[in-house]
């Protein structure tokens, strides 16, 4: 069983930057791999960036390529999400999520994931 708790959301203006964090509980944070997700008003959850156990693969949305950066800390059980240049598209709750892994793999399908975080509210405003 794995715990995620997301923390750093709030409301910043559109060319601004936020940082989220996921804290997990346990002791096999290290074997799964990580990702966030988001869910924007009246659309469907979608995928936003992953990172393979070891950390050394990521996989971002096309629409976050460029501006947002998913890094994490095995020694912390925390996954991270650096996001920059925000526009009011990115408005949203972040969730994280975990992917129990026996390999460096990873996935952009929500359906791969295992445990989810209750989220965080992300609100760039124009």
């Known amino acids: 069983q794995v715990q995620l708790v997301e923390s750093g959301g709030g409301l910043v203006q559109a060319g601004g930057s936020l940082g989220l964090s996921c804290a997990a509980s346990?002791?096999?944070?290290?074997?799964?791999?990580m990702g966030w997700f988001r869910h924007p008003p009246g659309k469907e959850r979608e995928f936003v960036a992953a990172?393979?156990?070891?950390?050394?693969?990521?996989v971002y949305a096309d629409s976050v390529k460029g501006r947002f950066t998913i890094s994490r800390d095995n020694t912390k059980n925390t996954v991270f999400l650096q996001m920059n240049s925000l526009k009011p598209e990115d408005t949203a709750v972040y969730s994280c999520?975990?992917?129990?892994?026996?390999?460096?793999?990873?996935?952009?399908?929500?359906?791969?994931?295992?445990?989810w975080g209750q989220g965080t509210q992300v609100t760039v405003s124009s």
């Open positions: 999520a975990a992917d129990r892994r026996f390999d460096d793999g990873l996935s952009s399908n929500k359906d791969a994931y295992d445990y």
């Open positions: 346990g002791r096999t944070f290290s074997r799964y791999a």
């Open positions: 990172i393979s156990v070891s950390g050394g693969r990521t």
